[in-house]
């Protein structure tokens, strides 16, 4: 098991990156889903919980096969995909968390959980997750919107908050330091757990997949903030329409070339338990 808590932080505020999360994920996830890989979103709708509230339930299949390394393509079919579930109770106050968690019916001892919380502070809340992991060892990393490197291949400079500006709030072109004096300012924190318990490749494949989520991580967070200016109007109501409506276009885009395959994967799962 290899744990990190990752702190990324936003030129907003946690009532403004409500909006701005749901209209990023969307928005690139229907990008990211050419050539029939991607995410396929399964279900989406309001959950009530009995400790937490109101929230929504998500669950997704993420397709990866080309974007894992050769090593993992070996041993992998050709048709791959992680279960993603979520539970977002993202309310106004900063008391509740929203929680991810990843399995794979090929790999069953493969998963990830996923747990963030948001405040409006610069990334300085070091016992955020006292309650969850008090007594756990985890490395903490920032992740810098402005300043971190991304792979090359998902650079555009209409996306680099060192050179966007946003018109509609005058947000942006970020400078060195910025964390330090910019308002407002709030800070994702996200307890991530990666456990791949088969003998020889559990190293290797939880680093690979630490790597993995941060860059998704910062690729996500400097789109929602380059993005602003298309979403920073909506409402929760105008968010969520323009969230189904992409899932529709993004499940086509994806679904049609996977749907025997994916049948055929669950009956072969099911067959082993």
């Excluded at 970020?174 to 318990?197: A, D, N």
């Excluded at 993005?227 to 920073?232: A, I, L």
């Excluded at 086509?252 to 070339?257: A, D, S």
Aim: aromatic fraction near 12%; proline fraction near 4%.
């Amino acid at each position: 098991m290899l744990m990190k808590e990752y702190r990324i932080c936003m030129p907003l505020t946690v009532e403004e990156y409500r909006i701005g999360q749901l209209y990023m994920i969307s928005k690139h996830s229907h990008e990211q889903s050419d050539r029939g890989e991607g995410v396929e979103v399964v279900q989406n709708e309001p959950y009530e919980d009995p400790n937490h509230g109101n929230g929504q339930l998500t669950e997704k299949r993420v397709y990866l096969n080309s974007k894992l390394p050769s090593w993992a393509r070996a041993v992998v079919p050709k048709i791959f995909y992680v279960t993603e579930k979520a539970w977002n109770y993202y309310p106004y106050t900063i008391t509740d968390n929203w929680k991810s968690e990843y399995t794979c019916s090929f790999l069953p001892k493969f998963s990830i959980h996923i747990e963030t919380k948001y405040e409006d502070n610069k990334g300085s809340n070091d016992s955020i997750f006292d309650k969850e992991a008090k007594d756990l060892e985890r490395e903490v990393c920032f992740i810098d919107i402005a300043s971190d490197e991304i792979p090359e291949r998902y650079y555009k400079e209409s996306e680099d908050p060192k050179y966007f500006k946003s018109q509609k709030t005058g947000r942006g072109q970020l400078k060195e330091g910025w964390r330090e004096t910019h308002q407002p300012i709030m800070c994702s924190y996200k307890l991530v757990t990666v456990k791949f318990e088969v003998w020889g490749l559990q190293t290797r494949v939880e680093q690979f997949v630490h790597k993995v989520v941060r860059d998704i991580l910062l690729i996500g967070h400097r789109q929602a903030f380059a993005w602003v200016d298309e979403w920073y109007d909506m409402t929760m109501d105008d968010v969520r329409e323009y969230e189904k409506n992409m899932h529709e276009k993004t499940n086509i885009k994806v679904c049609n070339q996977h749907s025997s395959a994916v049948d055929e994967i669950e009956s072969h799962a099911k067959a082993r338990t």
